[in-house]
């Protein structure tokens, strides 16, 4: 008991600082200089429970305080009160998603969970299917998984040999999960079919339609579209009616990536972007951890179609689903998964709804779309700062170049564009050095790298804003 409440208050004075905008977001070190600071190595002799604490202090003194009000480098950013009890009591709880034999109270809250998800959908009645998987990656490989299965149900047992060559479709801005559920389903990179974007990073349905036909004529059979509901990079939302019309029209599959976008359906101010998410004839990629600032991992995959999951994935393990069990063997969810264990993701998301309801996760959302504006509000026309596509921002993603003073008047493009390209990834090199902010960057196709903005922590201020543009410009201003 002394140990776990010595534990308890290295985490409580870690929480403590992580809000505090006075201590740095990282104490930044190199790697090999990391691995010589401390004895990282496995030993055959047990260590003291001493000795453990001072591992559990060095391992947070060098962490990244991804809960920092200034901590902007990723989708998943921030830390709920609420949803880190709820983390603690899981772990507490230790236990297995597979059975309600073995998870009773966790495997009923997320069939809850996942019926009011399906309800602020649009699906009739909450009907459909659903599980929580390790992250948005496994949720759109299940997809495209239950998508193969449902056109091609003998895939399941005599391979992919059985089936005719498929063509999978979605944006050239989407994720590269799909990509790789391709290559980890035995389809092929090859298979996936990238769809032209607009400017603003938007699937072109024309551009679909045209690539759907060459498929067939090419004797490839189109099983599953893909579009995204909020872009990594961009932020863009795919126009789902129009490319629901036309998965319609030419029989395949709908799936939404709603990853990062997904939760903007909770504001009444913002889920018009969504619209035509109801139509989606399979299925909907969701992740809490991200806009709903739920602590990683918590991602949902919605399913329409009862009973699809189970027809795909069972197996009949006889040691753990027996079909005599003495209660409702619907509920033991195992053999639905591809994993056989299966952690329990859902206890963080059902305790931070019953904390906040869904109007407070709708002001958290409104809160950071808010800031976002703002950001973009303030740089658009600020002298050093040129934005990477025209128009406001769909989500919080904000991209731009920063402009040193000594490149903004230079004549030749190709020397100016060689430059700007190592300009964020020097700043970013300082931040962390620095250790007082972070902000990721990348290029986009022919555009050199730019600053990509993401606001999804809740604690971030107009004021905070405020700080990461100056240290921009002060970090910057000599290169």
């Known amino acids: 008991m002394t140990f776990l409440q010595e534990v308890v208050d290295i985490l409580l004075a ?22 010589q600071r401390n004895n990282w190595e496995l030993q055959d002799e047990p260590e003291t429970l001493d000795d453990i604490l001072i591992s559990c202090r060095a391992t ?15 989708l998943s950013t921030g830390l709920d009160m609420v949803g880190l009890a709820a983390d603690w009591l899981t772990s507490t709880a230790n236990t297995n998603m597979f059975t309600y034999e073995v998870a009773p109270v966790f495997v009923l809250l997320e069939y809850v969970t996942l019926k009011k998800m399906r309800e602020i959908i649009g699906w009739e009645d909450g009907r459909g299917d659903g599980i929580f998987s390790p992250g948005g990656a496994i949720s759109n490989m299940y997809a495209m998984l239950l998508a193969r299965f449902k056109m091609f149900p003998e895939v399941k047992e005599k391979g992919m040999s059985s089936v005719p060559r498929l063509a999978a479709f979605t944006s050239e801005h989407s994720h590269f999960s799909i990509k790789k559920g391709a290559a980890a389903l035995g389809i092929g990179t090859e298979s996936v079919i990238c769809i032209k974007a607009d400017e603003s990073g938007k699937m072109i349905p024309a551009d679909l339609e045209r690539k759907i036909l060459e498929a067939k004529q090419k004797g490839f059979v189109p ?13 863009a939302f795919d126009p789902l009616i129009a490319i629901s019309d036309i998965c319609k029209k030419y029989q395949v599959w709908f799936h939404v990536d709603g990853a990062w976008g997904g939760s903007l359906i909770m504001s009444r101010m913002h889920k018009w972007k969504l619209d035509g998410v109801e139509r989606s004839v399979l299925k909907l990629t969701w992740n809490p951890h991200k806009m709903m600032a739920v602590p990683l991992q918590c991602s949902a995959l919605l399913v329409r179609e009862e009973g699809l999951m189970q027809n795909c994935n069972q ?10 069990k003495h209660y ?37 959302i409104d809160k950071c779309l808010e800031l976002s504006e703002y950001l973009y509000n303030k740089i658009k026309d600020r002298e050093g700062y040129e934005m990477v596509f025209n128009g406001k921002p769909q989500h919080t993603n904000v991209c731009f170049w920063y402009l040193p003073p000594g490149m903004r008047y230079m004549e030749d493009k190709e020397e100016k564009k060689k430059r700007l390209h190592k300009v964020a990834p020097v700043i970013k090199a300082r931040m962390m050095e620095y250790g007082t902010t972070m902000v990721s960057y990348q290029p986009q196709g022919d555009k050199v790298n730019f600053f990509r903005m993401v606001i999804s922590n809740p604690a971030a201020t107009f ?8 240290e921009i410009e002060r970090l910057g201003q000599d290169l």
């Not at 599953?224 to 990079?233: I, K, L, N, P």
């Not at 197996?315 to 005599?324: G, N, R, V």
């Not at 004021?463 to 100056?470: R, S």
């Open 14 to 35: 870690y929480i403590t600082e992580s809000f505090d905008r006075e201590t740095k977001v990282i104490d930044f070190h190199y790697p090999n200089e990391l691995l």
């Open 60 to 74: 947070l003194k060098y962490a990244i305080k991804t809960a920092h009000p200034r901590y902007f480098n990723q």
């Open 223 to 235: 099983f599953f579209v893909s579009a995204t509901a909020g872009t990594t990079v961009y932020g």
């Open 315 to 324: 197996m009949h393990a006889c040691y753990l689903f027996q079909q005599d």
């Open 328 to 364: 409702d063997l619907s509920y033991d969810t195992g053999d639905k998964a591809l994993q056989c264990g299966r952690h329990v993701d859902i206890f963080k998301l059902w305790l931070m709804w019953r904390a906040k309801g869904t109007i407070g996760f709708e002001a958290q």
């Open 463 to 470: 004021e905070d804003i405020d700080f990461l543009i100056e």
